[in-house]
C-alpha cells in the first residue's frame, strides 16, 4: 500500500520489509537512521521494545505504550503510535459503530488487545467487557483502564445480555484449524449486533462466518491496516495519504486482483 501511494503522488521513495532479532533493534533502528531512511514501521515484538529506544514519544506512543512507527528527524528519531486509531476509524467506516455509550466484548489482552482496549475506552464506550485465555492478563488491563477511564464500567468477563459489537484482538482465526476466540456457551454470537475480526488473512475468519451467519454485521482487520498504514504515510511524509489507492493495493496484494 505504500508504494502504492508513493506511485499515486509521484515520490520517488520505496517501502521495504526487513527482518530483525530483537536484539539487533537498536543497531537496526541507528543504521536506519544512518542509511538515510524517513522512518520505519515496527510489528510484534518490537513495539514495546522500541519505546526506549527512541529519543522521543509522540503523545500517541505515550497514550498507548507501545511504538509501530518511526520517524527519523535531523534532532533524532520520534516514536508513534498509529495502530489505536486505525483501530476506530475501521470500525466507523467499515461498521458504522457508534463508540460512545455502546457494550463492547473484548477477546484477547495482548499487545493488540491492550491497545484496543484502552483507545476503546477512550472513545467513552459505557461498558468493556474482557475476555483472555489468561484472565489474570484481562484484570491488569481492567484495572489499569479504571484508573485512566473511570467513567467506563469494566468487567474482566464475558457479559451478561447482548453488545453493540464483538471484537477479536486474538491470533485465533489465522490457521486453518484454529479453535473460536469465543467461547459460545459463554455469550452466544446471536447477541453481537456487529462483530470485527483484526486478522484480514484470510478475508473471512470463521469467527466472522459464524457471525455472519448469525445475522451480526461484520468486518474484518483490512480496514485497520489501512488507516493505520496511512497515518504512518503523513507522519513520514507530511502529504494526505491516497486512501483509495492504499486500500486497492491492499485488497489485490492479500486477496488477488478482483474477477
Excluded at 89 to 114: F, H, I, K, Y
Aim: hydrophobic share 45%; with cysteine.
Amino acid at each position: 500500500m505504500h508504494n502504492a501511494a508513493f506511485a499515486a503522488l509521484g515520490l520517488n521513495w520505496r517501502y521495504v520489509a526487513c527482518e530483525v532479532a530483537p536484539q539487533n533493534l537498536r543497531a537496526a533502528i541507528a543504521g536506519a537512521h544512518a542509511l538515510g531512511f524517513a522512518g520505519l514501521n515496527l510489528t510484534v515484538p518490537h513495539k514495546l521494545l522500541a519505546m526506549a529506544m527512541v529519543d522521543a514519544l509522540d503523545a500517541s506512543a505515550q497514550q498507548w505504550g507501545a511504538v509501530n512507527t518511526i520517524r527519523f528527524e535531523a534532532q533524532g528519531t520520534t516514536g508513534f503510535n498509529t495502530d489505536a486509531d486505525g483501530i476506530t476509524a475501521s470500525l466507523r467506516e467499515d461498521l458504522g459503530v457508534s463508540l460512545p455509550g455502546s457494550r463492547v466484548l473484548l477477546l484477547g489482552a495482548g499487545g493488540a488487545g491492550r491497545t484496543a482496549a484502552l483507545k476503546l475506552a477512550s472513545e467513552n464506550v459505557a461498558e468493556l467487557f474482557l475476555v483472555n485465555r489468561t484472565q489474570s492478563r484481562a484484570a491488569e488491563i481492567a484495572a489499569e483502564i479504571r484508573r485512566q477511564f473511570p467513567s467506563v464500567k469494566v468487567v474482566a468477563a464475558y457479559p451478561q445480555g447482548p453488545v453493540d459489537l464483538l471484537v477479536n484482538a486474538t491470533s485465533l482465526g489465522l490457521k486453518p484449524g484454529d479453535a473460536s476466540p469465543l467461547d459460545e456457551r459463554s455469550f452466544p454470537l446471536a447477541q453481537a449486533c456487529a462483530v470485527y475480526d483484526m486478522i484480514y488473512r484470510p478475508a473471512e475468519t470463521p469467527l466472522l462466518a459464524a457471525a455472519r451467519a448469525a445475522g451480526c454485521r461484520t468486518a474484518n482487520g483490512l480496514g485497520m491496516l489501512l488507516h493505520q498504514g496511512a497515518r504512518a504515510f503523513a507522519i513520514w511524509t507530511g502529504q494526505t495519504p491516497p486512501l483509495a489507492v492504499m486500500r486497492r493495493a491492499l485488497e489485490e496484494n492479500i486477496y488477488g486482483p478482483p474477477s
